[in-house]
């Protein structure tokens, strides 16, 4: 699924898609890529950041378009879309 990510709380966030908003768990797994270094800026490119990096960045005001593979409805991997 792609959208626009928003924070839940501590452990979820809300995918916005075409098909309406889908809230997704967060686990201490989760992939997190960051292409332009607003969640983490660490190491090369894309950058490997964590959930709980994730959720502070979005609650901070950053933008974040992803790419967010779930299974059994947590997110597994999370991957920064830049949009032209």
Same mark, same amino acid.
């Given at each position: 699924m792609t959208g626009r990510l928003s924070p839940v709380g501590k452990e979820s966030v809300v995918v916005d898609?075409?098909? !309406?908003?889908?809230?997704?768990?967060?686990?201490a797994d989760t992939v997190v890529l960051d292409t332009q270094g607003s969640v983490c800026d660490k190491g090369a490119v894309p950058h490997r950041c964590t959930s709980e990096q994730?959720?502070?960045a979005l609650k901070a !005001?950053?933008?974040f378009e992803a790419k967010v593979l779930?299974?059994?409805?947590?997110a597994v991997k999370i991957e920064e879309?830049?949009?032209d």
């Open positions: 898609t075409s098909d !309406g908003p889908h809230e997704v768990h967060l686990t994730l959720v502070k !005001g950053v933008t779930i299974t059994d409805g947590d879309i830049v949009r």
